[in-house]
């Protein structure tokens, strides 16, 4: 079975300082991982994935994840955070059956 | 036109009424889904489609009613909702993969719907 935890609901950075957002998984097969950002009312956007291959990723905007087997985690990460960060993130993982496992969300506040 | 399209992005409709939102894609892709998200809860999956047809249906009331008619066109026919179906309703579509995981969802903007 595949699930997503997504430890804190909610992340406060200062502007300019790292922001990390942990993401964990399970899941049965090699995973596909993914990172979505949602702004107020819009839809969810893509930041990043991971498949197979390099497993330091690097996305939009200047995020990146590591994958980690031994950990299973997907952390993301940006060195230094912007006020157009803030929004909430969302790690997911796909499984078989055409169908993706989504973490609660993280939401991001920066701090001016 | 690009991506996954939806409309209207807003709808407030009374709990008699009848009413249907509309998703389209552009991507090429074979598979669609809606999706269901409310205020302090994660996001629901509702209902999966794989080549127009329905693989999956997550225990959704029968008065969310959808309608695959082609790969691009997805709708959820809605009628006599409660207050609790207020949420934003998202569309998205990814490509399925042959045995194994599917690939990235592109989600469309959703539709903000309010029921009185």
């Known amino acids: 079975a595949q699930s997503v935890t997504q430890l804190g609901s909610h992340v406060s ?29 819009q839809g969810l956007q893509l930041l990043l994935k991971y498949t197979t291959g390099a497993t330091l990723v690097k996305g939009i905007n200047g ?8 950990e299973t985690s997907f952390h993301l990460t940006k060195p230094s955070a912007h006020m157009s960060d803030a929004a909430e993130y969302f790690c997911a993982v796909s499984a078989v059956g055409n169908q993706f ?8 506040t920066v701090i001016p | 036109e690009t991506g996954v399209t939806q409309t209207p992005r807003h709808l407030v409709m009374g709990m008699t009424n009848k009413k249907s ?10 598979a669609m889904y809606w999706y269901k998200q409310s205020a302090k809860k994660p996001l629901e999956l509702m209902f ?12 959704v ?36 993969r042959a045995g194994g995981s599917t690939d990235t969802q592109y989600f469309g903007p959703g539709t903000r719907l309010t029921v009185l």
């Open chain 1, 63 to 70: 995020f990146e994840a590591e994958f980690k087997k031994s």
């Open chain 1, 101 to 108: 496992y989504f973490g609660t969300g993280t939401s991001l």
């Open chain 2, 61 to 96: 009331p029968s008065r969310f009613s959808p309608e695959c008619p082609n790969s691009s066109h997805l709708f959820l026919h809605l009628h006599t909702l409660q207050p609790e179906d207020s949420a934003l309703y998202l569309c998205a579509s990814s490509q399925p």
């Open chain 2, 48 to 59: 999966v489609y794989n080549f127009k047809e329905q693989t999956e249906n997550n225990s």
């Open chain 2, 21 to 30: 939102l509309k998703c389209e894609q552009h991507l090429g892709h074979n």
């Open chain 1, 13 to 41: 950075v200062s502007e300019g300082a790292l922001v990390l957002l942990r993401c964990n998984y399970s899941s049965s097969v090699p995973p596909y991982l993914f990172w979505y950002v949602q702004y107020p009312n």
